[in-house]
């Protein structure tokens, strides 16, 4: 079955303690992407990535970093995550970057207390 | 970024009535616009889009429409049932297809 995994779904930590959210497609998509979904704003994009090792800023990048060392996962990682980072977190994959059908996860609901 | 709104947070609809849900958008370079419906607890699923020199396409039971002299983008759902009642989100695809834009989303309840 085509699909986005993320892990964990649901995750509660501290304030600096660091943590990775994993996110893996097996579609063999290019294009891959994070994105923090808060009430009312929407979705707003992170980080994406067009390919291996091609990551860049999305447009709320601050406090994140993601690598793209294999074509099928693109982790998004919080160095020292902050209460402003509570939020629901999605990660995408997409054929290439021009494709606009975008398969998206489950969601990670992150808390930072 | 540029920026994607909403005109309506909530729309309820009639079951077998047409739903038309819209969308106001900024970016007048913007290569695609998209149509995403988020059932609740799942992750956003594509719906239809439309490139930005056309005006009109057309899916299964739904429409979007474009107009870029007002930058207003619209679906309608045809027939809307019980299944449809999710959060609807437009976006916006442009910088050559890297960047997205989400609005804020319009919830749909359909009522029996």
């Known amino acids: 079955e085509a699909q986005v995994t993320q892990n964990p779904r649901y995750l509660i930590t501290v304030t600096g303690k660091k943590l990775t959210v994993t996110c893996s497609q097996n579609m063999n998509h290019e294009y891959m992407s994070w994105y923090r979904q808060d009430p009312g704003l929407g979705l707003r994009q992170i980080y994406y990535s067009m390919n291996v090792e091609v990551t860049d800023k999305g447009d709320v990048p601050e406090g994140y970093k993601v690598s793209r060392k294999e074509k099928r996962n693109f982790p998004l990682i919080l160095e020292s995550p902050s209460p402003n980072q509570t939020s629901l977190y999605f990660c995408?994959?997409?054929?290439?970057?021009?494709?606009?059908?975008?398969?998206f996860g489950q969601g990670t609901r992150l808390t930072v207390v | 970024g540029e920026s994607v709104g909403l005109h309506l947070p909530t729309l309820s609809v009639q079951e077998g009535d047409n739903s038309i849900i819209n969308c106001a958008y900024s970016?007048?370079?913007?290569?695609?616009f998209i149509w995403y419906k988020q059932e609740s607890g799942k992750g956003p699923q594509f719906i239809i889009d439309i490139r930005s020199n056309m005006d009109k396409r057309q899916g299964q039971r739904v429409t979007v429409l474009l107009n870029k002299t007002v930058k207003h983008l619209s679906l309608q759902i045809a027939a809307t049932q019980p299944g449809d009642s999710a959060v609807y989100f437009c976006?916006?695809?442009?910088?050559?297809?890297?960047?997205?834009?989400f609005g804020p989303g319009t919830r749909l309840s359909v009522l029996p």
């Open positions: 970016n007048s370079a913007s290569d695609y």
């Open positions: 976006a916006e695809n442009y910088n050559y297809g890297q960047n997205f834009v």
């Open positions: 995408a994959s997409s054929l290439t970057r021009g494709n606009t059908e975008a398969f």
